[in-house]
């Protein structure tokens, strides 16, 4: 079973930037495939970035797109999402996933579903 750790949520003033960075233990970093998802009350929880596990597909939310960043080190076996010009509309928990991705798989995975591995939530509220 994969642990995640998630830190870096906050409260931030609308066009303010946040960086979310997540931990995975308990497995080897390099053969998982990662994403950040997010919830809000009353919604469901949505995609917001993923990452292969060699790093090079990257997917985003078209909400995100020019916005967010997500990349992993892989020396230092975390993933983080990099966050600017942040709006009210961002206001959410993001959740840290991950699964074990094939070495023959070169995407990314965009569905909750595809995930067995979550983290507990960070609290990322955007003020207008």
């Known amino acids: 079973q994969v642990q995640l750790v998630e830190s870096g949520g906050g409260l931030v003033q609308a066009g303010g930037s946040l960086r979310l960075s997540c931990a995975p233990s308990?497995?080897?970093?390099?053969?998982?495939?990662m994403g950040w998802f997010r919830q809000s009350p009353g919604k469901e929880r949505e995609i917001v970035a993923s990452?292969?596990?060699?790093?090079?597909?990257?997917y985003y939310a078209d909400s995100v797109k020019g916005r967010f960043t997500i990349s992993r080190d892989n020396h230092k076996n975390t993933v983080n999402l990099q966050m600017n010009s942040l709006k009210p509309e961002d206001t959410a928990v993001y959740y840290c996933?991950?699964?074990?991705?094939?070495?023959?798989?070169?995407?990314?995975?965009?569905?909750?579903?595809?995930?067995?591995?979550w983290g507990q939530g960070t609290q990322v509220t955007v003020s207008s």
């Open positions: 308990g497995t080897t970093f390099e053969i998982l495939a």
């Open positions: 990452i292969s596990r060699s790093g090079f597909n990257i």
């Open positions: 996933a991950a699964r074990r991705a094939p070495s023959d798989y070169t995407g990314s995975y965009h569905y909750s579903l595809e995930y067995d591995s």
